[in-house]
């Protein structure tokens, strides 16, 4: 069933069924097995990256890339089938990767999907994480969609077509790594990293029916270490599999030395999957409790609580104990949250007179934060930085805390930008109530798909962990889909 209008939580589908496999991979294969492939010689680069290439152009229509690296991608494809031995240990060689427009690609201009920087020269040099997977072997397509400045949870901007889900192309894929989460869902990459500073990972990867890990602040090496919530942003895999995006993750955390990766905990959790090992069991503190409430009214659609409940009826009987969990989050978050992330758009590289030349959003959010003023805030960080400490202490009563991720289904196309800015923003955040504090905590969590309902849309939960515990977390996942699949 298509729509071109969202439902409201009172009209979704009350049937839901088990998530099936995502609708497309790259040649039919994930990511783990199109590496060994290559490893193998079974596939050239070459061979993957035309493929690739195919895939990108018979579903242009999904809006998920602004720019095709065509003769750049064929290119290193063939030097890495010329050198193949050169590339022996690159643990990605011949992995097709792209990158969102908001990360710096050597040759490419990144333009962040506003007409500011419309004109942007190519950039100079990579980004440290383009450095390190490139260092890995991989070959390099192009740009995905985001929206201007990656400010919003939908991938649509004012100067390039939007990034539609491939699960229902009249709805969007989540922001702001939408474009990346749509080529992965389409089988145009087999994974892509993607960058999450209010969710922009867990968004898309629910949206689209993917694995979408955020990791804990200062685990990716490439990412800012500034430990405060002001370092909001986190570099974090999107793809099809839990194991495909452990090995993604594994790359993206490795050492300066990329010769023969294969990170020791993906060698355990790899090892552990393919001997059928126990997980070990967790306490697991399932809640809808958001702390944007009781700002806005946050109502969850049925399949959101659906898929809630499924994936809690299945932990349990694998073994964990799963609990209901009530947080205490006050009543400040909203407003405090909105000052810190619109105040990020001052540390932007924008000309005089900016407001008139961005989006109607964008050009809100800096006129907000320039009439805010750093005395105020400095006041509302200082109330994250308290309200992180006490949360973060109320979340180590159990070992996971799991919610749902999206609140109601994707919505149409242009759903947002028909709003004024400040419905627009308090949509956003009725849209994705459980995403944005995650990021002020620092704490990593990850998106896993947990069934599908009669319109063939997506429906996710949301783990979150400890400090440090990426690792434990892709394990439980990965349980957790194998509980679903049981």
Known sequence: MAVSEPLSPSDQPTSPTPAPDAPARLLGRTALALRDALAAGELSAAEVTEASLAAAHAHAGLGAFVLLDEDGARVRAAALDARPDDAAGASLRGLPLAFKDLTDVAGLPTRRGSAVLAQAPAAAEDDPLTTRLRAAGTVLLGKTTVPEFGLDAYSENPVDPPARNPLDPSRTPGGSSGGSAAAVAAGILPFAPGSDGGGSVRIPAAACGLVGLKPGRGTVPTDPGEDAVTNLTVSGPLAHTVEDAALLFDVMTSPEGLEGRTGPDLRRFLDARAAGEPVAPVR???????????????????PALSALARAGAALAAGGHAVDEFVPHYGERYHRDFRTAWTSGLLKAPLPDGAEALVGPVAASFLASARAAGPEQIATAIGRLEAWAADVRGQFAAVDVVMTPVLAFAPPAIGHFLALDPEENYAEQCRFTPYTSMV???????VAVPVLRDEAGLSWSVQLVGRPGAEGRLLELAGHLRLLLAG
């Not at 399932?286 to 946050?298: K, Q």
């Not at 990021?439 to 969590?445: E, K, Q």
Request: hydrophobic share 45%; proline share 12%; glycine share 8%.
């Open 284 to 302: 697991i503190g399932v809640s809808t409790a958001s702390p944007f409430s009781p700002d806005l009214e946050i109502t969850l659609a049925r």
């Open 439 to 445: 990021n002020v905590l620092g704490l990593p969590a």
